[in-house]
């Protein structure tokens, strides 16, 4: 059984710009090349992300988002409740009327 060509270690320990070349028909050698930058070869501006800091979040309350649903899926007056028909004397609210979707 043959021995592996180099060890972890052995990759690990390589200088800088020396690479583990293999062609066809030959043995694999250790080869020095120059890096890209020194080929001259430039790229345009850095890529750049966009930042993810935290940011103020605002939350739609309960009238817009049924709003938003009526106004969307349609709404006649047979079947839904507006918002603020179904509120009762205590200040509870009662579940609105789903709309229909066709």
């Given at each position: 059984?043959?021995?592996?060509?180099?060890?972890?270690?052995?990759?690990?320990?390589?200088?800088?710009?020396?690479?583990?070349?293999?062609?066809?028909?030959?043995?694999?050698?250790?080869?020095?090349?120059?890096?890209?930058?020194?080929?001259?070869?430039?790229?345009?501006?850095?890529?750049?992300?966009a930042e993810h800091t935290a940011r103020k979040?605002?939350?739609?309350?309960?009238?817009?988002?049924?709003?938003?649903?009526?106004?969307?899926?349609?709404?006649?007056?047979?079947?839904?409740?507006?918002?603020?028909?179904?509120?009762?004397?205590?200040?509870?609210?009662?579940k609105p009327a789903r709309p229909r979707v066709?």
């Open positions: 059984m043959g021995r592996r060509l180099m060890t972890p270690d052995e990759l690990k320990s390589m200088p800088k710009g020396t690479f583990i070349t293999m062609k066809t028909g030959m043995h694999p050698m250790m080869t020095q090349f120059r890096l890209f930058l020194q080929w001259g070869i430039t790229f345009g501006e850095p890529y750049a992300l979040v605002e939350h739609a309350g309960r009238v817009e988002l049924v709003d938003a649903i009526l106004k969307r899926y349609g709404d006649t007056e047979e079947e839904t409740v507006s918002v603020d028909e179904s509120r009762t004397a205590e200040g509870h609210s009662e066709d």
